[in-house]
């Protein structure tokens, strides 16, 4: 207490004494033994008031005690049902739940993982991919420094994301892993990843790399065969054994048919496989007849010209040539796409059989654009002559409707050049992206879209996209989404179709252990997107005729269906909007491919690795009630008693208030009753 507030309360004590003393003593008109007792009880009541006047304050401490708390994450992939381990995982939950000691002991709280880690709620054992790195990465954000254990019943066959036996380095949980799944090691044939080409031209050889393993003691040879449509495309004689576990094989398989086409892979078994299931595996491609070729005309040496092409050309679809304004002008027309760069006076008769041909272009304009001249060729744009250059970013206009594009982080990229003064279109115009200047928006089009009389152009004015580029790769470690939104401007400049209130946007092909999502965009008769709409799509199994029908939902400035559950196969779809007579038909393919059913063992040795990085110790399925004691005898868990200390007003102890009042009806009761004397 401080020493201001203690004077308070003694000259409070003697303020009171003083009144009582002066009340019942010094001007009292009857003195009697009671007023004795009158006046204690009214140097109670003064003081008790002062001190509430004075409000002095008081340290209240209080104890709880915590319990350690216990996770625990259950495997919920198709893999544990494979190895027929589902009852066993199912089981062990009900004992962790059900058992008294371990809750007394513990705050224990459950969890199950496959693609993603959730709160359980019941198991199906149906997730299609498992990653356990996730639930590390998550259990760590959830319980940081804090004591939590962690309880991990899994097969340990992760199917993709970063590998746990070296996560698990970083984590300051014990983890206790408990073996769902055989731990003993038979002989396996398998096969592994395969990588292929989405897209192979017709009448060419596209690669096929497979990867395949053995696990066991003795050598085995087998028969690995490709085939499609029944037809055998590849086959040669292997040989494995504990030596030579893994090997590579590279083909060339021919395509000979346009549209998608499905292959299967079969690695013979030895007679003493046990799962056979990872002896095949099936792939797509789709083949097609023709790329789509790009032309750049530029005057210009410019980092933006080489990271166009290579950002185009990320999509194999596509090839890109480099040509000067004047060699240009004969080969025009063997080309979907012009892109015209950074365009001078010189460009005059490359607009001039442009415009003959009706052929769609992209404009990138920067720094180095003769304005003066180009103004002059074209129809289209006018920029305002000032002689000046500025740097402005981009922001993305959510009213774009010409086709989707993701928000990629514009605004954050780095300034490009462009030239200073107002922009005005002669025609109707898309604007994709607004030029900003820092937080101001000047309203001026960065990138903008125009469809006249089915000749299409897109205009990009400003310089340095090679630097958008960069910092997309900074932000992501992948070019993929930067590409993606160059391709999109591509694909649109390139394609002749006719302007359309109902587009469709999917694959071709789809492996089942992926998501299956269709976009759609619903524009109305002014070709304005329209999020009132109500599509629906419905899909139709050409091997079973089941027919699904499913509506899409509106996601920003998007219609998306997901369709992760269906069966193999191939199915036709119809896209419909619901009372307006408008839609669009397709068909897609979906590969079958299990990657949960491909393992035949429980990963023991991760797992151990697991455990080992973390202070703990592995465990098997039989022996959870062992786990249980173990972790009740394990001193690193025991309850921990917390104080808290707060500093609490006098003011907030109601009970003086009551005091006080009873006092103050106690002394005039008394000298009520005792007539005022």
Do not use: C
Request: charged share 20%; net charge negative; aromatic share 12%.
């Amino acid at each position: 207490m401080q020493t201001e507030t203690l004077l308070l309360i003694i000259g409070a004590a003697i303020l009171a004494l003083g009144i009582a003393v002066f009340q019942y003593f010094y001007k009292a008109k009857y003195k009697t033994s009671r007023n004795k007792v009158y006046a204690l009880i009214r140097f109670l009541s003064v003081f008790g008031l002062l001190i509430l006047l004075i409000n002095p304050s008081y340290k209240q401490v209080t104890y709880v005690t915590v319990k350690p708390s216990l996770a625990v994450a259950v495997d919920n992939t198709a893999s544990i049902k494979y190895l027929e381990y589902d009852d066993e995982s199912s089981d062990l939950v009900s004992r962790f739940r059900e058992s008294e000691p371990l809750n007394n002991a513990f705050d224990v709280q459950f969890y199950s993982f496959g693609q993603e880690f959730k709160r359980l709620d019941t198991l199906d054992f149906q997730e299609k991919q498992t990653n356990i790195s996730n639930v590390l990465n998550s259990l760590e954000d959830i319980y940081g420094t804090e004591i939590a254990p962690v309880i991990l019943l899994t097969d340990g066959n992760q199917t993709y994301g970063e590998a746990y036996q070296y996560t698990s380095k970083n984590l300051n949980q014990q983890i206790y892993p408990v073996v769902l799944g055989d731990t003993i090691t038979y002989d396996d044939l398998k096969l592994g990843q395969v990588n292929v080409n989405r897209y192979a031209y017709i009448n060419n050889k596209f690669p096929v790399e497979i990867f395949a393993s053995y696990n066991g003691n003795n050598t085995v040879s087998s028969q690995l065969t490709v085939t499609s449509g029944g037809a055998v495309v590849h086959s040669e004689r292997v040989t494995f054994s504990p030596e030579k576990e893994s090997q590579v094989f590279n083909l060339l398989l021919p395509a000979t048919s346009v549209g998608v086409r499905q292959y299967a892979i079969q690695l013979a078994p030895s007679t003493t496989e046990k799962n056979i299931k990872n002896n095949s595996k099936n792939f797509a491609i789709e083949v097609i007849d023709q790329k789509t070729n790009v032309l750049i005309v530029s005057n210009i040496v410019h980092p933006d010209v080489g990271m166009l092409k290579k950002s185009i050309e990320s999509n194999r679809l596509r090839t890109v040539t480099f040509s000067n304004p004047l060699e240009s002008i004969s080969k025009l027309n063997d080309y979907e796409l012009v892109i015209l760069y950074q365009p001078d006076a010189r460009f005059k008769n490359v607009y001039e059989q442009l415009t003959s041909l009706s052929k769609n272009s992209i404009t990138v304009a920067g720094a180095n654009t003769d304005w003066n001249a180009v103004n002059t060729f074209q129809n289209t744009i006018n920029q305002e002559i000032t002689g000046q250059q500025e740097e402005v970013q981009g922001e993305l206009n959510v009213n774009f409707s010409a086709f989707k594009i993701e928000d990629i982080g514009f605004a954050d990229f780095p300034p490009l050049k462009t030239s200073f003064g107002d922009v005005n279109f002669k025609t109707e115009v898309d604007v994709a992206l607004t030029q900003t200047i820092g937080s101001l928006n000047t309203e001026n089009p960065l990138i903008a879209t125009t469809d006249t009389n089915g000749q299409r152009e897109v205009y990009i004015l400003g310089e340095g996209l090679w630097r958008w580029r960069a910092q997309s790769f900074i932000n992501n470690n992948s070019f993929e989404d930067f590409d993606n939104f160059i391709d999109n401007l591509v694909q649109y400049a390139a394609s002749n179709k006719k302007k359309s209130r109902l587009n469709i946007d999917y694959e071709s092909f789809y492996y089942g252990n992926g998501d299956v999502t269709l976009y759609a965009q619903y524009f109305d008769k002014n070709y304005t997107f329209d999020t009132r709409a109500r599509l629906s799509i419905r899909l139709v199994h050409e091997e079973t005729g089941k027919v699904t029908d499913i509506p899409l939902l509106l996601n920003k400035n998007t219609y998306q269906v997901a369709m992760n559950n269906l069966e193999p196969g191939n199915y036709k779809f119809t896209v419909s909007v619901i009372d307006q007579g408008l839609a669009r038909s397709g068909s897609f393919t979906i590969v079958p491919f299990e990657i949960e059913q491909q393992f035949l063992n429980a990963n023991v040795t991760e797992l151990r690795t697991l455990a080992s990085n973390t202070a703990a110790a592995l465990y098997t399925s039989p022996t959870g009630d062992q786990l249980i004691e173990d972790l009740l005898k394990d001193t690193r868990y025991k309850p921990v008693q917390k104080s808290t200390e707060k500093i609490v007003p006098l003011i907030d102890w109601k009970w003086l208030l009551f005091i006080i009042a009873l006092l103050l009806s106690i002394e005039w009761f008394m000298r009520k009753y005792n007539g005022l004397t």
